[in-house]
Nanobody
Framework: QVPLVESGGGSVQTGGSLRLSCKAP???????????MAWYRQAPGKQRELVAQ???????NYADSVKGRFTISRDNSRKMVYLQMDSLSPEDTAVYYC???????WGQGTPVTVSG
């Protein structure tokens, strides 16, 4: 397992948007492209849950709670995965984690707070 690097979290008002980014470290760049990638989140006092996943070919699936609001994408040439989050609500407040499925690697998490 090698830590991924997330960025883009922060505080936003209800209805706002954020874009999270995740970069694969050099140690796994050779195996980045074939692997599915995912975003998870963990709210205070709750279990970590899957938010969105994308296959190596770009096929996506989403948690029901974020369908139509969140979009996961990847750029294999840059070893990056993104999560565009729109129409945010306080229920989306959590720490968001990037996950490389094949190596079972995680990032350190980036916090998202939605208020108002």
């Amino acid at each position: 397992q090698v830590p991924l690097v997330e960025s883009g979290g922060g505080s936003v008002q209800t209805g706002g948007s954020l874009r999270l980014s995740c970069k694969a470290p050099r140690a796994i760049t050779s195996v980045f492209s074939p692997s599915p990638m995912a975003w998870y989140r963990q709210a205070p006092g709750k279990q970590r849950e899957l938010v969105a996943q994308i296959s190596n070919a770009g096929r996506t699936n989403y948690a029901d709670s974020v369908k139509g609001r969140f979009t996961i994408s990847r750029d294999n040439s840059r070893k990056m995965v993104y999560l565009q989050m729109d129409s945010l609500s306080p229920e989306d407040t959590a720490v968001y984690y990037c996950h490389h499925v094949d190596t079972m690697s995680w990032g350190q998490g980036t916090p998202v707070t939605v208020s108002g």
